[in-house]
């Protein structure tokens, strides 16, 4: 029930073609940024996490790793 109150409540309407779409007074406003500085942040977060989820598996999860170079006798 509540699906279908706020698609009809919705701001803009649902039911309007695009270019016929009204002024909205939103409860929070949104801040629009260009998408292309947006992607670049999004391309720098994502390597962040990435590098930063290899240190800690090279430095802090290797509980379980073992060493095959000193198993074997030269």
């Not at 039911?15 to 939103?26: E, F, R, V």
Request: charged share 15%.
């Amino acid at each position: 029930m509540y699906a279908i109150r706020d698609m009809l409540l919705s701001c803009p309407p649902v039911y309007t073609l695009p270019g016929t779409w009204t002024k909205c007074n939103a409860l929070i406003p949104h801040y629009n940024a260009n998408p292309n500085i947006t992607f670049g942040i999004s391309l720098a977060v994502i390597t962040t996490l990435l590098a930063g989820f290899g240190v800690y598996k090279a430095f802090f999860a290797n509980k379980g790793l073992a060493d095959p170079w000193d198993d074997h006798d030269d």
